[in-house]
Every structure is written in C-alpha cells, then in structure tokens.
C-alpha cells in the first residue's frame, strides 16, 4: 500500500477529484494549506502599502491506495492539476505499513 500526498492549486481540486471518482478511487482525504516552493511568494498592493505575502494557498490531497493504483492515481492527478505555470504543485509516494478501519476492525487492503 502507498500514499499519495498531492499538493496543488485549490482551483484544481474540483477536477482532480472528479478524475479520481472517475479511476474508482472513492476515499480522499483534503486539507487547505499554505506554502511555497521555487514561485517563493508575490508582492501585493494594500491601501497603497507593498508588502510580500511568503506563503501561498495550496490544497494538500491525501489518498492511500494498493500498489497496482499508484502509477494510475499519479497519472490522473498530474493532468488534472497541471496548468503549466509555476506552482502546480508537488506529489509525494510513501509507503503504507499497516490500516485499520476503526468501525469494522479490517485490515490492510480491505480498510482501504
């Protein structure tokens, strides 16, 4: 089992999830985020005043899957939050040792 930790542009979210669904992956996991990478942030204009916001908004999605998933998770995710500008976001692949559905007492690949 692996998870994919999926950071990206909160105006994507809508059709990462809908391609997800549409791979069959129905558990995700969401959480608003803020950041930045190598975009480092942007100056703004307040009454007048410049000032440097460091962190930008991010969505951070969280999915654990069996291994056979992976790759087509990764898939579907890069196209649907890619836009080709500077701060589409990072995915990360862990490895998964053990699940548990609290309710149920399963186990492993029937948690999921």
């Known amino acids: ?5 999926a950071v990206i542009k909160p105006f994507r979210l809508e059709d990462v999830r809908e391609a997800l669904a549409g791979i069959g992956i129905s558990g995700i996991t969401v959480t608003e985020v803020k950041g930045f ?17 460091d962190f930008l908004p991010k969505v951070k999605i969280e ?3 069996v291994d056979e998933q992976v790759e087509n998770c990764v898939d579907v995710i890069l196209q649907a939050a890619r836009t080709g ?4 976001g990072k ?10 559905r609290i309710r149920t007492g399963e186990i492993d690949n029937e948690a999921i």
Request: aromatic residues 8%; proline residues 0%; positive net charge.
């Open 63 to 65: 999915i654990v899957v």
């Open 85 to 88: 500008k500077i701060g589409d």
């Open 1 to 5: 089992m692996k998870k994919i930790e």
């Open 37 to 53: 990478g190598r975009q480092k942030g942007h100056t703004e204009l307040y009454r007048g005043a410049e000032y440097v916001v």
């Open 91 to 100: 995915i990360f692949i862990t490895e998964i040792t053990k699940v548990i």
